[in-house]
């Protein structure tokens, strides 16, 4: 698919300059799966959580991180 391979090479070029990529609007375990295979840094997006406001985001980096395992 072109996406994939649009996603791969933009992965495998920050990686060639040393940077970190970050997957934004992540949605389902299918895409997580994808990326994670592909050796993308960070993800976010619905998966984990919708928009939150100023004060929940406060309660979110106070409380205990959940780190989720690779599926």
């Not at 990529?21 to 375990?29: D, F, I, Q, S, Y």
């Not at 592909?38 to 985001?57: I, T």
């Amino acid at each position: 698919e072109v996406a994939e391979s649009i996603i791969t090479s933009i992965i495998a070029v920050a990686h060639s300059m040393n940077m970190r990529t970050v997957a934004v609007g992540v949605e389902n375990e299918q895409q997580l799966q994808f990326l994670y295979e592909n050796k993308c840094d960070l993800v976010q997006g619905y998966m984990f959580s919708g928009p939150v406001s100023g004060d929940q985001l406060a309660d979110l980096i106070t409380e205990p991180t959940v780190l989720l395992k690779p599926v």
